[in-house]
Nanobody
Framework: QVHVVESGGGLVQAGGSLKLSCASS????????AGWFRQAPGKEREFVAA????????WYADSVKGRFTISRDNAKNTVYLQMNSLKPEDTAVYYC?????????????????WGQGTQVTVSS
């Protein structure tokens, strides 16, 4: 089991920035591939970004490419999502997730461990 906890959400104006963090304590997230997903009210959970175990490979949804950056610090057992140029349509609950294999790294139903989520609200 891997328990991950997200933090860093909040309310920000359009055009602003937020940095989300995803940390684990019981078992190091550094041994897992990780991803960020989001779910807006009335919508299905969708892929945002993912990063390989070493951090050498990253993947992004087209809607966030060029604005969001996923990174990790394995020494701190933490994965980050830097979000810049935020838009109202980025408003959602953001979830961190972990999986052991790299297969289907952008698929929501392929991840094994999930956090509780952190709310991001972007006002216009």
């Amino acid at each position: 089991q891997v328990h991950v906890v997200e933090s860093g959400g909040g309310l920000v104006q359009a055009g602003g920035s937020l940095k989300l963090s995803c940390a684990s304590s019981e078992r190091t997230i550094s041994t897992y591939n990780a991803g960020w997903f989001r779910q807006a009210p009335g919508k299905e959970r969708e892929f945002v970004a993912a990063i390989s175990r070493s951090g050498s490979s990253t993947w992004y949804a087209d809607s966030v490419k060029g604005r969001f950056t996923i990174s990790r610090d394995n020494a701190k057992n933490t994965v980050y999502l830097q979000m810049n140029s935020l838009k109202p349509e980025d408003t959602a609950v953001y979830y961190c997730a972990a999986k052991y294999t790299i297969r289907d790294i952008t698929a929501t139903n392929a991840f094994d461990y999930w956090g509780q989520g952190t709310q991001v609200t972007v006002s216009s």
